[in-house]
Structure formats: structure tokens, C-alpha cells
């Protein structure tokens, strides 16, 4: 590769505060809100146009539940809830939590979009959207990360703030910091959604399309997938995930930009499988995502990885800051369909088109946990600045903890709980990673975490 070397030049200041979140996603706002709530002067960078990450601009329209797996002891609140509560007010979400544990929530992700900009709004943060954090290696002084730069088109900035959170989903500012970083040997594929109208015209159709797709798909070149969707709330259409791009790199423009090609064209082939199935059918796509999703990417390196056995057996941890109850859910790369493991022992190997086969991964026993922990160490990287945290999906976790943790209502609360260490951190002036965690924990519940 041929180099050329950037000269170098003055940057302005283009914004100070007190907590800088970098990535916009609910777990990045949500890290933000909480900081803000406490006080604390807060500037959140999004690359995109809107705040919600995957549940906005890659159409993911799913929150699950947030009870314990036999429905007796709700283990997560705060502002997930909160979110859910004021969306349900405009008739934007479909709650499923008594009729399907697993599902929760169902909502419109345009309305979310609006929605998260009125929170936003009412806490007064300084919002940068079409805003990227930028590549130029970020301000250390004294050990501390005291700037980061940003590009939009309003040019290069730099952005000064006491404590950092990268939220980023791909771990761009600790990885650029040096800290360590590492990806899993089989990442989760990745999925392109649509939206449809006139989908009720599809008559039984619409109930076969995974069946379609298996029995039609290698014609089209679409891998074996795993296919779900469901109507949106206060609207016609119907979101459908049912695509599966493998080998993206998260971290590689290259393959990015063959995953957006490649999710839209598998998007067409499927309305063609559809069409030749149903002619007479009238539906029409409505809506493609502003972003291919993804759904695992790099993870940092921290004091703790949390594991598939810490997650499988419900153990407890001292420094828990997040908790969920959704099974291990692995989308598999080397094979068609997924794999579904539950806390109480059993495991469904769903394929598209054929029935589920249940077995056991572990034997029986007289009790089983009902949710698992995510505890706080997991947020930190390794060797990096002390006022640097992440909250996400890029959190240390192998890869059968990740398929279960990553999920939204989980990831929501990390970012609760890295903005409220944030302020935690400059109330106390110490270090983000010696925190007295009592205090970290109350704080979250006092501000509405169900801990
Ligand atoms: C197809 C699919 C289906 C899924 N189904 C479900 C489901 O039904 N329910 C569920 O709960 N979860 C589901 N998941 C998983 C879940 O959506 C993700 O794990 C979760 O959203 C990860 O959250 P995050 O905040 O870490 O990342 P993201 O949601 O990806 O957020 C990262 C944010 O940072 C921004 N950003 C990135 N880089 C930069 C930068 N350099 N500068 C500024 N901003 C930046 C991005 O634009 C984005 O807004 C699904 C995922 C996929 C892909």
C-alpha cells in the first residue's frame, strides 16, 4: 500500500463538556441521559441521522422481555422501560410480555427515531448526528484521554470532555487508544431488513417465506437463513429480516460496502421468490435500512471476559450492573439456521422451512436460573486511559455469552450504567475502574435500573 503523509494542521475546539459518548445507538443515548439527569454537561457524537442504532437505522424492531424466564421477578427498568412507556402512549409499540416471554416489545422504529430526539431534547445534550469520530490519533494528557477528534461537514473538530465512552458498537476509539482488542473466530452473520406494504396479500404465503427462501434461495444465491418479522406498530408495513450476508468485517470499508450491495440484492431476490409463489399478490417495498446489520464486530479486552458457563449457570457477580433473561442465540456462519440455549437446560436447533429438533445441552436439574449478570469489569479496557469505558455490544464476552447478551434491552443498560460511572467518576475525581461499586449500584437503582 502506497503512503502519503497527512500535514499536520490546527483543529478548533468545536465543543467542551463534562462526558463525551461517542456512537448514538440507545445504549449511547442512554449513557448520555443518565449522565445528563446527574448533572454532568453531555456531547453525544452519532455518524448517522438519528439516534437508535439498529433498532432505527438497520429496522430491528425488538425489545425483549424484561422479566426473568419464568415471568415472576422484572430485572430490567430505567430508561428502557421509560422509552417503551412514552412510545406505547402514541400507540408505537405492541407489548407481548405476557403472551411471549421472549419477545417483549415490538415497536415502530420511525416513531422511535422521534421519540429519542424529544428524551434527548428535555436533557439538554449537545448532539452532533452526521458526525464521525475521526481517525487522528485522540489527546492524551497526563494519562488522561482529554480529546477526541471528529469529522462532519463542517470539517474536522476537536471535542474536549473529562470521561469518554466509546459506544461505537465496533470499539473505534479504544481500538484507535492502542488498547487491546480482538474479534471471535466466527462472527454473526449479518442481516439486511426490509419493509413491506400490502403483505396481507400475500395470503399463505406470507407464512412460508422461510420454507421459500430455503427451497428457492440457492437459485438466488442466498445462503440458508433463519427468517422473522412482524407488523409495525401504527403503520401498514411489515418488517421482514430474513437475508444473511456472511464474512462481513464490521471494522473493513470494503466489506461493508459489499454488505449493503449484497443485503439489498438479497432483499430483491426474495420479492422475486415471493412473486413467483404469489402472483396475484400486491405488496410493494416500502423501506430499506439506512444501514446493514450487524450483529457482532470487535470487543475490547478488560479485566473479566464474561463467558457462555457464567451466563448458562446465572452466576453472580459483586460488580453486576446489568442483567437479562434472553437465551443464547447463535446465527450460525458455518451452517443454515440458528441455535437457541435456554437456562433451563434445553436447546432448539431452528432451521427455516423445517421443524425444530429440542435436545439438552446440560442434564436436568431441580432448579434453574431464571437471568443472568453482566457485570461491570467487563466495560473497561485493558491498559487504556482510566477515563475511557465502552458500552455495547463490543463489551469482553465469548461468543456464546455474546449471543445472548447482545441484545438490545441488555446492551441499553451498560450504557446506563457507563454514564452514570461517568459522573460517578468526576463526582469522586477516581479512576473509572475504582469506583466503589455499591455506590455505582445504588446510584443506577436510584435513577430507575431494576438491579
Ligand atoms: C439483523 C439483526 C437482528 C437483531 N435482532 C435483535 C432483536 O430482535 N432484538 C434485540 O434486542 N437485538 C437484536 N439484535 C442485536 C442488537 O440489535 C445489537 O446487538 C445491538 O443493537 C448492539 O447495540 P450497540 O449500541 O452496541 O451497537 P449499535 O446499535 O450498532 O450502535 C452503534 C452506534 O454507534 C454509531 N457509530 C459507529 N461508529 C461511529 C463513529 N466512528 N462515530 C460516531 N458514531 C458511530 C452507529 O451509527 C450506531 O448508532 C439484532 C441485530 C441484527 C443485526
Same mark, same amino acid.
Given at each position: 500500500?502506497?503512503?502519503?503523509?497527512?500535514? &499536520?494542521?490546527?483543529?478548533?475546539?468545536?465543543?467542551?463538556?463534562?462526558?463525551?459518548?461517542?456512537?448514538?445507538?440507545?445504549?449511547?443515548?442512554?449513557?448520555?441521559?443518565?449522565?445528563? %439527569?446527574?448533572?454532568?454537561?453531555?456531547?453525544?457524537?452519532?455518524?448517522?441521522?438519528?439516534?437508535?442504532?439498529?433498532?432505527?437505522?438497520?429496522?430491528? /424492531?425488538? @425489545?425483549?422481555?424484561? @422479566?426473568?424466564?419464568?415471568?415472576?421477578?422484572?430485572?430490567?427498568?430505567?430508561?428502557?422501560?421509560?422509552?417503551?412507556?412514552?412510545?406505547?402512549?402514541?400507540?408505537?409499540?405492541?407489548?407481548?410480555?405476557?403472551?411471549?416471554?421472549?419477545?417483549? +416489545?415490538? +415497536?415502530?422504529?420511525?416513531?422511535?427515531?422521534?421519540?429519542?430526539?424529544?428524551?434527548?431534547?428535555?436533557?439538554?445534550?449537545?448532539?452532533?448526528?452526521?458526525?464521525? +469520530?475521526?481517525?487522528?490519533?485522540?489527546?492524551?494528557? /497526563?494519562?488522561?484521554?482529554?480529546?477526541?477528534?471528529?469529522?462532519?461537514?463542517?470539517?474536522?473538530?476537536?471535542?474536549?470532555?473529562?470521561?469518554?465512552?466509546?459506544?461505537?458498537?465496533?470499539?473505534?476509539?479504544?481500538?484507535?487508544?492502542?488498547?487491546?482488542?480482538?474479534?471471535?473466530?466466527?462472527?454473526?452473520?449479518?442481516?439486511?431488513?426490509?419493509?413491506?406494504?400490502?403483505? !396481507?396479500?400475500?395470503?399463505?404465503?406470507?407464512?412460508?417465506?422461510?420454507?421459500?427462501?430455503?427451497?428457492?434461495?440457492?437459485?438466488?444465491?442466498?445462503?440458508?437463513?433463519?427468517?422473522?418479522?412482524?407488523?409495525?406498530?401504527?403503520?401498514?408495513?411489515?418488517?421482514?429480516?430474513?437475508?444473511?450476508?456472511?464474512? *462481513? !468485517?464490521?471494522?473493513?470499508?470494503?466489506?461493508?460496502?459489499?454488505?449493503?450491495?449484497?443485503?439489498?440484492?438479497?432483499?430483491?431476490?426474495?420479492? #422475486? *421468490?415471493?412473486? &413467483?409463489? &404469489?402472483? &396475484?399478490?400486491?405488496?410493494?417495498?416500502?423501506?430499506?435500512?439506512?444501514?446493514?446489520?450487524?450483529?457482532?464486530?470487535?470487543?475490547?479486552?478488560?479485566?473479566?471476559?464474561?463467558?457462555?458457563?457464567?451466563?448458562?449457570?446465572?452466576?453472580?457477580?459483586?460488580?453486576?450492573?446489568?442483567?437479562?433473561?434472553?437465551?443464547?442465540?447463535?446465527?450460525?456462519?458455518?451452517?443454515?439456521?440458528?441455535?437457541?440455549?435456554?437456562?433451563?437446560?434445553?436447546?432448539?436447533?431452528?432451521?427455516?422451512?423445517?421443524? !425444530?429438533?429440542?435436545?439438552? @445441552?446440560?442434564?436436568?436439574?431441580?432448579? /434453574?436460573?431464571?437471568?443472568?449478570?453482566?457485570?461491570?469489569?467487563?466495560?473497561?479496557?485493558?491498559?487504556?486511559?482510566?477515563?475511557?469505558?465502552?458500552?455495547? %455490544?463490543?463489551?469482553?464476552? #465469548?461468543?456464546?455469552?455474546?449471543?445472548?447478551?447482545?441484545?438490545?434491552?441488555?446492551?441499553?443498560?451498560?450504557?446506563?450504567?457507563?454514564?452514570?460511572?461517568?459522573?460517578?467518576?468526576?463526582?469522586?475525581?477516581?479512576?473509572?475502574?475504582?469506583?466503589?461499586?455499591?455506590?455505582?449500584?445504588?446510584?443506577?437503582?436510584?435513577?430507575?435500573?431494576?438491579?
Amino acid at each position: 500500500m502506497r503512503i502519503i503523509q497527512e500535514p &499536520a494542521r490546527d483543529i478548533p475546539v468545536i465543543h467542551e463538556a463534562d462526558v463525551c459518548v461517542l456512537g448514538g445507538s440507545c445504549t449511547g443515548l442512554f449513557a448520555a441521559l443518565r449522565a445528563a %439527569r446527574l448533572g454532568a454537561r453531555v456531547v453525544i457524537v452519532e455518524k448517522d441521522n438519528c439516534f437508535g442504532g439498529i433498532a432505527t437505522t438497520a429496522m430491528v /424492531n425488538v @425489545w425483549h422481555t424484561l @422479566w426473568n424466564t419464568n415471568g415472576t421477578k422484572q430485572i430490567i427498568a430505567g430508561l428502557t422501560e421509560e422509552v417503551m412507556d412514552r412510545l406505547d402512549r402514541r400507540g408505537a409499540v405492541q407489548r407481548h410480555e405476557k403472551t411471549n416471554p421472549s419477545r417483549g +416489545f415490538t +415497536f415502530n422504529s420511525e416513531e422511535l427515531k422521534i421519540e429519542l430526539d424529544e428524551l434527548a431534547g428535555e436533557a439538554g445534550l449537545k448532539i452532533y448526528f452526521h458526525t464521525q +469520530f475521526a481517525a487522528p490519533a485522540p489527546i492524551i494528557e /497526563n494519562g488522561r484521554l482529554a480529546a477526541v477528534f471528529v469529522e462532519n461537514k463542517s470539517g474536522r473538530g476537536a471535542i474536549r470532555a473529562r470521561v469518554f465512552i466509546d459506544a461505537t458498537g465496533d470499539a473505534d476509539l479504544v481500538s484507535r487508544l492502542g488498547c487491546e482488542t480482538y474479534f471471535a473466530n466466527h462472527l454473526q452473520p449479518a442481516t439486511a431488513c426490509a419493509r413491506f406494504s400490502g403483505w !396481507n396479500s400475500l395470503g399463505e404465503t406470507a407464512r412460508r417465506v422461510g420454507e421459500l427462501i430455503r427451497e428457492h434461495g440457492p437459485a438466488h444465491r442466498i445462503p440458508p437463513t433463519f427468517s422473522w418479522g412482524n407488523y409495525v406498530p401504527n403503520s401498514d408495513n411489515y418488517m421482514l429480516a430474513a437475508t444473511r450476508i456472511h464474512g *462481513i !468485517n464490521p471494522a473493513n470499508a470494503d466489506d461493508l460496502t459489499h454488505g449493503e450491495i449484497e443485503g439489498r440484492r438479497q432483499v430483491r431476490a426474495i420479492m #422475486d *421468490i415471493l412473486r &413467483a409463489a &404469489a402472483p &396475484a399478490a400486491r405488496f410493494g417495498l416500502e423501506a430499506l435500512p439506512s444501514r446493514l446489520g450487524l450483529r457482532e464486530s470487535r470487543h475490547i479486552r478488560s479485566p473479566y471476559q464474561l463467558t457462555g458457563d457464567d451466563v448458562l449457570s446465572g452466576r453472580a457477580f459483586d460488580d453486576t450492573i446489568a442483567q437479562g433473561s434472553y437465551r443464547v442465540d447463535v446465527h450460525h456462519q458455518n451452517k443454515p439456521g440458528i441455535t437457541l440455549r435456554y437456562l433451563d437446560g434445553t436447546e432448539e436447533y431452528c432451521q427455516p422451512g423445517v421443524p !425444530n429438533t429440542r435436545s439438552r @445441552w446440560r442434564p436436568e436439574t431441580a432448579t /434453574n436460573p431464571t437471568h443472568y449478570q453482566i457485570p461491570y469489569r467487563t466495560l473497561l479496557p485493558l491498559r487504556g486511559p482510566d477515563n475511557v469505558i465502552v458500552a455495547g %455490544r463490543m463489551l469482553d464476552v #465469548d461468543p456464546i455469552a455474546h449471543a445472548a447478551v447482545r441484545v438490545m434491552v441488555n446492551m441499553n443498560q451498560t450504557g446506563e450504567a457507563a454514564g452514570v460511572a461517568a459522573v460517578l467518576s468526576l463526582e469522586t475525581n477516581q479512576p473509572l475502574r475504582d469506583l466503589n461499586i455499591d455506590t455505582l449500584r445504588a446510584r443506577l437503582v436510584a435513577g430507575g435500573s431494576a438491579l
